[in-house]
C-alpha cells in the first residue's frame, strides 16, 4: 500500500514539473536569442536539466520501471540526453548554433506534453521486456538518435550557409556532422545486435522481420552510404544524414503508430 501511495504521489508532481522544466528551457532559448551572456543562458539550461531529471525520475517511480517503455517516457530520455550534451559539450557546438539544439529540447518536451494522457499511461512491464538486455538495447539507440539529432542540425546548417565548403568555419562543421554520423553508427549498430540477441532470448529468433527490426536495419544502411560515397562531396554526406535522419523518425514515430508488430507496444 505504501508503495502504491508514492507511486501516486510520483505521478501527480510529474506533469507540472515538466510544465516547469519546458518554461525553463524556454527561459534559455529565450535568453540565448537575446544574446545575454553565456553563463546566463547555461544557468538556467542547468536548472532546467535539474528539473528534467526530477520528472525522469519521478516517471520512473510512478511507473516501476526505467522511463524508456513508451513514446511519452522515451521522449523524455531523448530531450534530457540532447540537453545534457549541450552543457557539457558546449564549447564543441558554436553559439550561434545552440538555439537550433535548444529549440530541438523544447519541441520534444513540448510534444510529451501535448500527448495525449492514454499515451502516457504507465504501464507494468511485458515479460519479454523485464529482461538485462533492455538496460543495454534502449539506451544504445537514444545515444545513437541524440548524436544523429545533432549530426541533422550541422547538416542544415551546411545547406543553408555552406556556400565555400572549404572555408574553416565550413571544414570545422562538416568535421562535427562527420563525428556525429560516427557516433551515431556505432551506437545504432550496437542496439541492432543487442536487440538481436534479446530477441532471441526472449522469443526463440534473433531476426523475425518485424517492422521495427527492418526500419532499424534500413536506418544504419542508409548511414552506411556516409561511409561508402565514392566522391564524398559534403553536400551529397549532409542529404544523406538527413535521409537518415528521417528514416529514425519514421522508426521511432511511423512503425509505431501506422504498422504493427511485437515492438508495437515501444
Known amino acids: 500500500m505504501e508503495a502504491t501511495q508514492i507511486r501516486y504521489e510520483s505521478f501527480k508532481v510529474e506533469q507540472p514539473l515538466l510544465i516547469i522544466t519546458a518554461l525553463l528551457y524556454l527561459i534559455a532559448f529565450v535568453i540565448l536569442l537575446t544574446g545575454a551572456r553565456d553563463r546566463f543562458c547555461l544557468g538556467v539550461t542547468w536548472i532546467a536539466i535539474l528539473a528534467h531529471l526530477f520528472v525522469l525520475i519521478a516517471r520512473s517511480v510512478s511507473a516501476g520501471h526505467p522511463p524508456f517503455t513508451n513514446l511519452y517516457e522515451t521522449m523524455l530520455l531523448l530531450s534530457f540526453l540532447v540537453a545534457l550534451r549541450l552543457v557539457f559539450w558546449r564549447r564543441q557546438i558554436d553559439s550561434r548554433h545552440r538555439w537550433l ?27 519479454a521486456l523485464n529482461s538485462f538486455w533492455m538496460y543495454i ?13 545533432l549530426a541533422f542540425i550541422y547538416a542544415l546548417i551546411f545547406l543553408f550557409q555552406g556556400k565555400n565548403e572549404s572555408s574553416s568555419e565550413m571544414v570545422s562543421l562538416l568535421k562535427k556532422m562527420n563525428n556525429e554520423v560516427k557516433i551515431a553508427f ?12 534479446w530477441a532471441y532470448i ?17 536506418n544504419i544502411l542508409t548511414l552506411a552510404v556516409f561511409f ?24 521511432y514515430l511511423g512503425v509505431s503508430f501506422l504498422l504493427s508488430g511485437i515492438h508495437s507496444y515501444a
Open 137 to 149: 538495447h534502449v539506451p544504445a539507440y537514444f545515444f545513437g538518435y541524440m548524436a544523429l539529432i
Open 186 to 197: 556505432l551506437f545504432l549498430n550496437i542496439g541492432l545486435v543487442t536487440g538481436a540477441i
Open 202 to 218: 526472449s522469443w526463440g529468433n534473433y531476426w523475425t522481420w518485424d517492422p521495427k527490426e527492418v526500419w532499424a536495419l534500413i
Open 228 to 251: 561508402h560515397l565514392v566522391k564524398p562531396k559534403a553536400t551529397k554526406k549532409s542529404l544523406i544524414v538527413i535521409l537518415a535522419f528521417l528514416t529514425v523518425i519514421f522508426t
Open 101 to 127: 539544439i535548444l529549440s530541438m529540447i523544447l519541441a520534444m518536451v513540448g510534444a510529451a506534453i501535448l500527448l495525449p494522457s492514454s499515451l502516457k499511461v504507465a504501464r507494468p512491464l511485458m515479460p
